[in-house]
């Protein structure tokens, strides 16, 4: 789904200056969903420093696994709309994408439960979801290559094919705050693809 660079506050591609490896297990293929926290980054070094000199942070990083023929629902990161971004690359097939969605018919939930895995249990913290079929598909992208993504409003993620789909997400931070995606496009503006 093509889009406007300039109407895109979905996703845009990043020139990094180091390499993000794959962990050591993401070459399993499972059945089921899997996310999971990095709460240590400390083996993030070069993705910290590179940061720093936009004056941010590395918080933490998550881990997200798009088994074959699999789904992550419809949501936010967080209990309304924030426009934040995160930095994810994935590995798997290229028909394997991240999906932003608009819709009028949400819901504010702490879990979702998706075949007995739990999305978003850890402190209790409210996301929006919403059903695909009451949505509206806006954007659309393969994240193969480092994605500066918007969390802020709905996304989920689509894996149609018989391979497994990682995704490494981190989340940039000023002053333990989230970042806006217009505050990161103009600070990665060189960096931008």
Known sequence: MARSVLTNRCHRYLNLPFV????????????????????DVS?????????????????????????????IPIHTDHSSYTNHVKINVSWGPEEGVTQWWKSDIIRKESTYNNGGKLIGEVNNIQHVWADE??????????????????????????????????????????????IHWDDALEKFKDYLV
């Open 20 to 39: 993000i490896e794959p962990l050591s297990y993401f070459d399993e293929v499972g059945d089921q969903l899997v996310h999971d926290y990095i709460y």
């Open 43 to 71: 083996n993030y070094t070069d993705f910290d420093a590179w940061l720093n000199i936009f004056g941010y942070n590395l918080f933490m990083g998550e881990v997200f696994y798009t088994p074959p023929y699999g789904k």
């Open 133 to 178: 079929d009451k949505c509206e598909l806006l954007c659309e992208a393969n994240t193969n290559l480092p994605s500066l993504v918007n969390v802020g409003i709905l996304h989920g993620t689509n894996n149609p094919t018989s391979e497994g789909r990682w995704t490494l997400s981190f989340i940039p931070q000023k002053d333990e705050q989230y």
